[in-house]
């Protein structure tokens, strides 16, 4: 009896570490910056038409804002009037779940600078539709989290986070994208 006690404990605790040592492994969390992508992979997110996307805080920016509560102090923004081309950002990751987060404008008593409204694809099916309209702030509304899914497959994947030219042009006269992060789970 005894020697049958001994390989049941033995075996309860090989199992024990192996399940700590399978659990530790798993999931880990990887970000993509607006400005500088992904540390591990060097993916940089794609903006198209690229004429049409600042990188902000910069000279050229037009949009500044507070860099502090920017992700690493930047992002990248771009305007879209229904009579010019859809803009999109294009991120790339592996894994099973990504975030993604956007600076708001939360203003709205301004014409040009109060709306955004974006279509999301992943994988090239369509995954939604994300829609934000100010209330009488006066101020952005920083890491915001536009878009979530989780539950994918752990392999490569496209995201892909644009305008669209008939939502737009029946409902707001400007549209405004402001990308600051991503987050995935690989």
């Not at 992002?75 to 993604?100: D, E, H, K, M, S």
Request: net charge negative.
């Amino acid at each position: 009896m005894y020697k049958w006690f001994r390989l049941r404990t033995a075996y309860r605790t090989l199992l024990f570490l192996f399940t700590i040592a399978v659990s530790r492994a798993v999931l880990v969390n990887r970000t993509i910056d607006s400005r500088w992508g992904d540390q591990v992979t060097n993916f940089v997110p794609i903006y198209q038409p690229q004429d049409m996307w600042q990188t902000c805080p910069g000279a050229n920016c037009d949009l500044q804002l507070d860099e502090a509560n920017a992700f690493y102090g930047s992002w990248n923004v771009a305007n879209y009037v229904p009579w010019q081309q859809n803009v999109n950002v294009t991120l790339r990751f592996p894994g099973v779940a990504i975030w993604v987060f956007f600076i708001l404008p939360d203003i709205n008593n301004n014409l040009y600078l109060n709306h955004t409204v974006a279509n999301i694809t992943l994988d090239g099916q369509y995954a939604g539709t994300f829609s934000h309209n100010p209330d009488n702030a006066t101020n952005m509304i920083y890491n915001a989290t536009i878009f979530h899914t989780s539950g994918l497959a752990n392999t490569l994947h496209e995201l892909v986070i644009g305008t669209t030219q008939d939502y737009a042009q029946t409902v707001y006269p400007t549209n405004w994208l402001i990308f600051d992060w991503a987050k995935y789970t690989w």
